[in-house]
């Protein structure tokens, strides 16, 4: 998490997040990210649900559909809390089952989790491509040494949820 | 699914400081992070994670160590966590 410039206790808190995909000597495989509602989760922006096959490949639609919600840029808190209340009524509409408490929780934090590591006001087309396309952290963000803090992650959150109940 | 206890917590929050850490930081910053795209068989859905081993940043083995108090009896292994295109770029 250096390279990403968190605290101590941000990246403490994410590393925990891992612990049920380590093995005994400490290590684990990204496919082990695969592995269904334990961090993995339908309703992702860019991934298609578990029940529809696969819940890892990235789907360039799906993420067309993020840059839509979004006018094609910039991506802001707003402008993903309109794709997350999109993905939750393309899940239900869909009959997907809802998430646990733990997980709706997750999602959540996921959904501002780039957001909040980018350290931007917000995010541009440039920008999402490179993370999601390449899969890829652009220079500008490695370079951004502002301190990424839970307390800061967690405010995130909460001005998501506000948009998602009031704006979205 | 979050499994974070309160000691372990402030645990972390005391040893991050620790000169190991620091050390480790450093070397860390030394390393070549030149992206490499990995085979998405070997990847997750997570894009955060995958770009993490595309640049050569995954040393979640040991954060997770260090963080989790896992196996202290076992000395943090430099290789645990790198990407199959790093071990290969390493090859003679």
Redesign the interface.
Known sequence: MTGLHMSSTLASTLAHTLRPLVRDDGTFDLRDMRKHNVLEHDRSFTRLDFRQGDNYTFQPPMFQALLDDANDGPVTIPTLAKTYVRRKREAKSSGAPRLSISLWGVNLIQTVSFYHTAAMSSLSKETMTTFYVEERFPDQILKNSKKRTLPGLIWDTIILMQAIVFKA | ????TLF??FK??VS??SRERKQE?AT??QED?T?T??N????????????????G??W??????A??D??TD?PPDPA??KTLPYHESKLP
Do not use: D, K, T
């Open positions: 699914m979050v499994h974070v372990s917590f972390s929050m991050f400081g930081i860390i910053q992070h992206y795209r990995g998405i068989e070997n990847r997750g859905p997570c894009p955060g994670l995958n770009a993490l081993a595309n640049q940043y995954l979640v083995g040991r954060i997770l160590q963080f989790c896992f196996r076992v645990m966590g």
